[in-house]
């Protein structure tokens, strides 16, 4: 961001600016372009593996697309990271793109990262949580 679209939470305009941004960079990721055929097969299958570049989106908008088609209803989506690093700064990104809501602190300590919002029900986590 330039110096003059410095980030305000405060600010309506600024998260206005920042929620149009991040809506713009999910639309440009290269999964976005794959969104339909992707739920239509976690629909029809029980097991999907998705191979993508790194960078492309994986991780960050399928949890998101699951839950936005409803394909999640009372169910946890786990997004694993090698690292717990990672799957930190995973769940804020995901935090960030979904509106803020924020990772539970509670659970940081079981190397399990989920998003307190119940409605969401994602977990970030490292692979040595399963």
Known sequence: MAVD??????????????????????KSLPIALSRERLMQELEA???????????SGKTTQ???YVHEVGLAAGCMVACTQPRRVAAVSV???????????????RTR??????????????????????
């Open 5 to 26: 679209d410095h980030y305000d939470p405060y600010d309506p305009e600024s998260r206005l600016r920042r929620k149009r941004k991040l809506e713009d960079e999910r």
């Open 91 to 105: 769940a804020r990104r995901v935090a960030e793109e979904t509106g803020g809501r924020r990772m539970d602190p």
């Open 45 to 55: 299958r029980e097991t999907v593996i998705i191979v993508g570049e790194t960078g």
């Open 109 to 130: 300590s079981a190397r399990c990262l989920r998003l307190s919002s119940e409605p969401s029900r994602a977990a970030p986590s490292a692979d040595s949580r399963l």
């Open 62 to 64: 399928i949890p998101q």
